[in-house]
């Protein structure tokens, strides 16, 4: 059962973009540029160009519609990029702009690992206990649980 989880969350996301995938884009060619640069974006990250990755998924998130579930996918995707990066306010303001409950637990652990950055311990804290909360991934929650035990020795 715990295997089947994340398969689960995968199923479900890219059960999603599926769904949407005709609603988003009249024309197939606007599709496919989105999808060449979302893979861009991968390869640039695991090159360390975060600045062209950040640039790229910011142009993406502006030309697709507040209401579209690819937008949270994109918008988590760049807040990574942002806290990689450093820019501790954009990342935690571009997660704010995610409205997909399923992905509540991964926003929550993203917002306290901002949060630690910016030495806002007791904030970070209860971002975690939300992100436990949220979380139905035994993985997931048991690296939440090691990141509070990590800063947080009680």
């Known amino acids: 059962m715990?295997?089947?989880?994340?398969?689960?969350?995968?199923?479900?996301?890219f059960k999603k973009v599926k769904d949407i995938r005709f609603s988003l884009f009249k024309k197939e060619e606007e599709f496919e540029k989105i999808l060449n640069d979302i893979s861009l974006t991968s390869f640039l990250v695991k090159k360390g160009e975060l600045n062209r990755a950040e640039n790229i998924l910011l142009k993406i998130s502006?030309?697709?519609h507040k209401n579209d579930p690819l937008k949270n996918l994109i918008n988590l995707r760049l807040a990574r990029v942002q806290l990689a990066l450093n820019k501790v306010e954009e990342?935690?303001?571009t997660l704010h702009l995610i409205e997909d409950y399923s992905l509540s637990c991964v926003?929550?652990?993203m917002e306290g690992d901002?949060?630690?950055?910016?030495?806002k311990f007791k904030e970070a804290i209860?971002?975690?206990e939300k992100a436990l909360r949220f979380c139905k991934n035994e993985l997931l929650k048991m690296k939440i649980?090691?990141?509070?035990?990590t800063y947080f020795e009680r």
């Open 91 to 93: 990342s935690i303001h």
């Open 107 to 109: 926003i929550k652990e």
């Open 62 to 64: 502006n030309k697709i």
């Open 114 to 119: 901002a949060l630690i950055k910016k030495k």
């Open 2 to 13: 715990k295997d089947e989880q994340p398969k689960e969350f995968f199923s479900s996301i």
């Open 126 to 128: 209860l971002c975690y």
């Open 145 to 149: 649980e090691n990141k509070m035990s």
